[in-house]
């Protein structure tokens, strides 16, 4: 009958243990549940800003470059101003030469 009582003392101070383990988890889980996590976002936002601050300045730049390509595309001459005058000019004389020649015959 020992046995039987020493195994019943084991069993009631594990079963005792268990309860004060449960308990204590449960008094965490509480806690948990209470605790809010807050985030420390300094060091995100000034990577963010940084960032930010990046983007805008290539944006900025992308434009000046397409301002600058454009004006470039309109400003663009395929022949100088002064071979086109002279090219037509040497037309008209050719075709006025070519007409008194005709006239005269």
Known sequence: MTKLEELTALLVNEINDFKNGLEKLDKINNQLKDTKIKM????YKSIIETHQQKMASHTKAIERFESRFENKIKQ?????????????????????????????V
Not at 40 to 43: A, G, I, P, S
């Open 40 to 43: 420390d976002l300094k060091e």
């Open 76 to 104: 663009a001459k395929i022949h100088p101003t002064w071979a086109v005058i002279l090219f037509v000019l040497s037309l008209l004389f050719s075709a006025g030469v070519i007409m008194f020649q005709l006239l005269k």
